[in-house]
């Protein structure tokens, strides 16, 4: 499968509808997307960009009933696109690459009929407040696209998984005014969950969110896992954007089975609390081969384009560093334990914990002067941070180290 599967819609996000040229065959539009995945796969990318390409099911011949109709047959927009491709990143500039990418691969065969882009918010949230796509584990990869290998396993072995997979593609207009009239309660109630900011809301000080088990029984959540399904096997790979004035969710999911989209669709629009704060604006069902060889089985890899090399040859040491989300959710934490003082934006350590900080300094530098107790000691202190890190991993879905 297509490597972006494995990895989360990252904190910069693009979608990219192309429209075939005149006179370009199924077999010219495959063979331009399978250099493109070919390339993402093999060029040495910078290692957080994620390039994931999708065909109308009839191109690839897995229509079978399946496209368009799957939406608008239930009254919902299509977008009539040939191909979309949507770039993951860390970085802007890591995004760019990837748009310039797409670009110069699709360009002589299709035109760009649809770009949007969008960042996530704060620590991972989209406008409600909510998170959305976190990066999935290996076992949720198997769950949702390839439940035939009925096993967790490596991200090695699932990168080899020669079936390919169904994605939807929507964006909703996301009425924030409205939504957040609402009190937390109500809000919490609509979701059936508290929003990201509430980890534990007695820590975070928010008022405690009446039925966090389950809120009303039209709530998002009941709603779209009422199958039995916890969560729906589907992967999420949506991100917040803003298209002419209008904040909403570029919402994209990808799932084994076109029947799995079909049902979260029918369950949405008829019960779903959430119905009432979005609007939909477009969309579009769409095909993942597996692999670029799937497509044109002579397909080549081009040398990177010179726009692309530019931002690629990266000599000069960066000035600024894009934080991560678990990173970020690191800080909140010693934020709420006291660590830091002061209001956001103007923060420094509290006075309290400054001669701490001065004895860590003191110890690592006498271990440093005393090669025969550093390695013993050192070690220790790392693996202490690094399971720091891990149960903050485990809690945002991200990854995060410590050196």
């Known amino acids: 499968m297509q490597k972006a599967l494995l990895s989360g819609p990252g904190r910069f996000s693009s979608i990219v509808c192309y429209q075939r040229r005149d006179g370009v065959s199924?077999?010219?539009?495959?063979?331009?997307?399978?250099?493109?995945?070919?390339?993402?796969?093999?060029?040495?990318?910078?290692?957080?960009?994620?390039?994931?390409?999708?065909?109308?099911?009839?191109?690839?011949d897995k229509a079978n009933g399946v496209g368009p109709t799957l939406l608008t047959s239930r009254g919902l927009p299509d977008q009539a696109a040939d191909l979309v491709v949507q770039v993951a990143a860390q970085t802007e500039i890591d995004r760019l690459i990837g748009l310039r990418l797409a670009a110069f691969y699709l360009s002589n065969v299709a035109t760009g009929t649809r770009e949007i882009s969008g960042s996530r918010l704060l620590n991972g949230q989209e406008s409600f407040g909510f998170k959305d796509g976190a990066s999935p584990s290996p076992a949720r990869v198997v769950d949702a696209i390839a439940p035939a290998?009925?096993?967790?396993?490596?991200?090695?072995?699932?990168?080899?998984?020669?079936?390919?997979?169904?994605?939807l593609f929507q964006r909703y207009r996301q009425k924030v005014t409205e939504f957040f009239s609402l009190s937390d309660t109500e809000r919490a109630n609509v979701m059936g969950r508290p929003p990201a900011s509430v980890k534990d809301p007695t820590k975070r000080g928010e008022a405690a969110v009446a039925g966090l088990g389950g809120g009303t029984t039209n709530s998002h959540w009941n709603t779209m896992t009422s199958s039995g399904r916890n969560p729906p096997a589907m992967l999420r790979r949506g991100f917040p954007c803003r298209i002419d004035g209008e904040e909403g969710l570029a919402f994209v999911a990808v799932a084994e089975d076109p029947a799995v989209i079909g049902d979260s669709l029918d369950r949405f629009n008829t019960?779903?609390?959430?119905?009432?704060?979005v609007q939909i604006r477009e969309g579009g069902v769409?095909?993942?081969?597996?692999?670029?060889?799937?497509?044109?089985?002579?397909?080549?890899?081009?040398?990177?384009?010179?726009?692309?090399?530019?931002?690629?040859?990266?000599?000069?040491?960066?000035?600024?560093?894009?934080?991560?989300?678990?990173?970020?959710?690191?800080?909140?934490?010693?934020?709420?334990?006291?660590?830091?003082v002061g209001s956001v934006g103007a923060m420094t350590i509290a006075p309290a914990v400054?001669?701490?900080?001065?004895?860590?300094?003191?110890?690592?530098?006498?271990?440093?002067?005393?090669?025969?107790?550093?390695?013993?000691?050192?070690?220790?202190?790392?693996?202490?941070?690094?399971?720091?890190?891990?149960?903050?991993?485990?809690?945002?879905?991200?990854?995060?180290t410590f050196n």
């Open 149 to 167: 290998l009925g096993e967790t396993i490596g991200r090695e072995a699932l990168q080899s998984y020669g079936q390919g997979t169904w994605l």
């Open 286 to 340: 769409f095909f993942c081969p597996p692999d670029a060889r799937s497509l044109d089985p002579n397909v080549t890899r081009r040398p990177l384009p010179g726009e692309v090399q530019a931002l690629t040859n990266r000599k000069a040491s960066l000035v600024t560093y894009e934080v991560a989300e678990p990173f970020l959710e690191y800080m909140l934490r010693l934020k709420d334990d006291g660590i830091f």
């Open 26 to 60: 199924d077999a010219l539009l495959k063979t331009a997307a399978a250099e493109l995945i070919q390339t993402v796969a093999l060029a040495g990318l910078p290692q957080n960009l994620d390039v994931l390409v999708a065909l109308r099911p009839d191109i690839v």
């Open 354 to 400: 400054i001669p701490i900080v001065q004895q860590l300094n003191e110890t690592v530098a006498n271990l440093s002067a005393n090669p025969a107790a550093e390695k013993t000691e050192l070690a220790r202190l790392a693996q202490a941070s690094q399971d720091d890190a891990n149960s903050v991993n485990e809690s945002v879905g991200g990854y995060h």
């Open 271 to 277: 019960t779903d609390a959430m119905k009432t704060y």
